[in-house]
Nanobody, 127 residues
Framework: QDQLTESGGGWGQPGGSLRLSCVVSGRPFNNWLMAWFRQAPGKERKFVAAISSGLSSTYYADSVKDRFTVSRDSAINTMYLHVNNLKPEDTAVYYC????????????????????WGQGTQVTVSS
């Protein structure tokens, strides 16, 4: 059974950095589109970033594209999210998601686009 497990969340200070990880167990995720979403308290889950297979093309939500970097290491079935210059509004539960079949020239930013989800990791930013 395919499973996604996030880690790396915790507390961070404004201006600091965190690295979140998402490990995929089960099948190799080489051909999957992988993504990060986040859900702030009392708000809907929203798209953050995605990374394709192969050439590892990336795209981001406008609100994070200058501070967040998504990457993947297919050798260890792991995706990362580097979060720089933390802001209090980054406080949220961060979820990784996987889409097993996709078109390379399309973008996928909706929750319903994705087939598998992790349980989430909490990030709290405060001074």
């Amino acid at each position: 059974q395919d499973q996604l497990t996030e880690s790396g969340g915790g507390w961070g200070q404004p201006g600091g950095s965190l690295r979140l990880s998402c490990v995929v167990s089960g099948r190799p995720f080489n051909n999957w589109l992988m993504a990060w979403f986040r859900q702030a308290p009392g708000k809907e889950r929203k798209f953050v970033a995605a990374i394709s297979s192969g050439l590892s093309s990336t795209y981001y939500a406008d609100s994070v594209k200058d501070r967040f970097t998504v990457s993947r290491d297919s050798a260890i079935n792991t995706m990362y999210l580097h979060v720089n210059n933390l802001k209090p509004e980054d406080t949220a539960v961060y979820y990784c998601a996987a889409k097993t079949s996709y078109k390379i020239d399309s973008t996928y930013t909706q929750i319903s686009d994705y087939d598998y989800w992790g349980q989430g990791t909490q990030v709290t930013v405060s001074s």
